[in-house]
């Protein structure tokens, strides 16, 4: 039995995943063991399963209708929230992020700086995504023709290996803030700052559901989401430099005709301008066609 300092028995803690807004255990009832850099134990973490899964779909889609359906404006609101509460908790994300990346408690406060701000530049486009790429189309007749962007709707995420918080941040902020909801696959080895982000969003104004994390290694979740036929979207970031795997999983998700986000050859500069292109990628034109003067 391990002790602290004091000589009292250490609280062994075992992460759940989060799913539709609750903290269920794995279907599986298996967890892994998450050191820190230094190969230190740290926890365990819920070894998320197939039908755990196919449960956090199920809760994608439900949530989908609302969350689509909020005003650009609310969806700003809440993600903007979620800053605001990973800023009271700042500290003990400097320490997750310290201890999962190795990082100087400096670097890990500049980490954890950086993915405050992502959510807050995230959460400014909300409202005004839809005026960028939106348009008024010229057409020879009488008509109005209109194009505007709609979100896709239920998004499987393989977020980074490495970037634990601020890439896991990048990959999440532009698929809600765009009205998707998300089904989030967490860095293998390094997962707590994930599932501590996911108590930030249980503790804001995120419906249930909008969000769902699961921790393990992608390999065993990721190829059935790439298939399921309620998913609309996958971003294969966190698959980066495995080619095979991600190229399977593009063959997949070709069976429903998901739009995809390519595993890029190593890992982005997540501190790099984000620009749109993470928004777009999850978002439909729908053109509407109206005979003028009626």
């Known amino acids: ?41 740290v926890a365990n973490a819920a070894l998320a399963s197939r039908k755990d899964a196919r ?27 979620i800053a605001e509460v990973m800023e009271d908790r700042r500290p003990q ?22 993915s405050i701000d992502r959510l807050v530049w995230y959460a400014g486009w909300a409202d005004k995504i839809t005026q960028v790429v939106g348009s008024a189309n010229p057409v020879a007749g009488p008509y109005f ?12 995420v393989v977020a980074p290996q ?16 765009t ?4 089904v989030v696959l967490s860095s293998e080895a390094r997962p707590l700052p994930a599932v501590t982000f996911a108590e930030v969003l249980a503790t804001s104004d995120v419906p249930g559901g909008v969000v769902n994390i699961l921790t393990g290694p992608y390999a065993g979740t990721a190829p059935w989401l790439a298939e399921h036929m309620d998913v609309n979207a996958v971003d294969l970031t966190g698959v ?18 998901k739009r995809v986000l390519r595993a890029p050859a190593a890992e982005p500069d997540w501190y790099a301008d984000q620009g749109i292109d993470r928004m777009t990628t999850f978002l439909e034109t729908k053109t509407v066609w109206h005979p003028i003067g009626i």
């Open 240 to 257: 980066a430099g495995d080619r095979e795997a991600a190229t399977a999983y593009e063959v997949a998700a070709a069976e429903n005709l």
């Open 55 to 81: 449960d956090a779909v199920t809760h994608a889609r439900k949530a989908f209708a609302g969350w689509s359906s909020r005003t650009a404006y609310n969806r700003a609101q809440i993600v903007y929230r």
């Open 1 to 41: 039995m391990s002790t602290t300092n004091n000589g009292r028995a250490a609280v062994r803690k075992t992460w759940k995943l989060y799913i539709g807004g609750a903290f269920p255990r794995s279907e599986s009832g298996y967890s892994y063991v998450v050191n820190d850099s230094k190969g230190t134990f």
């Open 93 to 114: 994300f400097i320490e997750t992020v310290r201890q999962s990346e190795g990082l100087s408690a400096k670097q890990a406060d500049q980490v954890v700086d950086e």
């Open 145 to 156: 023709n209109l194009s505007s962007p709609e979100p896709t709707g239920v998004v499987a």
């Open 179 to 182: 009205g998707n909801t998300a």
């Open 162 to 177: 490495q970037s634990s918080l601020l890439g896991l941040v990048s990959v999440i902020a532009p698929v809600i803030v």
